[in-house]
C-alpha cells in the first residue's frame, strides 16, 4: 500500500520556522523525484521546492528561494521528505502536500504528479 505521510505543520507566528515530514512507503520511493507543494483557499496547487532522487539536486519556487530548505533521506524501506521553513511570512499560510513521481520534470512543473500525500496544515500569524 503507498502512502505518504506528512506531519510538522501547525501554527507559528512570523519569522518562526517550522519543519515538515513526510514519510514515503509502498514504493521504491528511492528513485523517485519528490517536491513540496501548497494550495492556499482558491484552485490553485503551488510549486514549493523539488529534489532529485539522491537529494543532490534541489529546485525551489522564488517566493522561498533562502528560506526554504528541501531534504530527504532515502532509508530502506521509508523515504522521508522533509521541507525546513524559516523567517515564514502570512503569505505561507497554505496545506502542503509532499508529492512524487519517478519523473523529476513532471514534479518541477507541476503535471500529473503519480503520488501526493493528504497534506498538513501550516498557518503563519502576523
Known amino acids: 500500500q503507498v502512502q505518504l505521510v506528512e506531519s510538522g505543520g501547525g501554527l507559528v507566528q512570523a519569522g518562526g520556522s517550522l519543519r515538515l515530514s513526510c514519510a514515503a512507503s509502498?514504493?521504491?520511493?528511492?528513485?523517485?523525484?519528490m517536491g513540496w507543494f501548497r494550495q492556499a483557499p482558491g484552485p490553485e496547487r503551488e510549486f514549493v521546492a523539488a529534489v532529485n532522487w539522491s537529494g543532490d539536486r534541489t529546485y525551489y519556487a522564488d517566493s522561498v528561494k533562502g528560506r526554504f530548505t528541501i531534504s530527504r533521506d532515502n532509508a530502506p524501506n521509508t523515504v522521508y521528505l522533509y521541507l525546513q521553513m524559516n523567517s515564514l511570512k502570512p503569505e505561507d499560510t497554505a496545506v502542503y502536500y509532499c508529492?512524487?513521481?519517478?519523473?523529476?520534470?513532471?514534479?518541477?512543473?507541476?503535471?500529473?504528479?503519480?503520488?501526493w500525500g493528504q497534506g498538513t496544515q501550516v498557518t503563519v500569524a502576523s
Open positions: 509502498g514504493r521504491t520511493f528511492s528513485s523517485y523525484a
Open positions: 508529492a512524487a513521481d519517478i519523473r523529476l520534470n513532471v514534479v518541477l512543473n507541476t503535471g500529473v504528479i503519480d503520488y
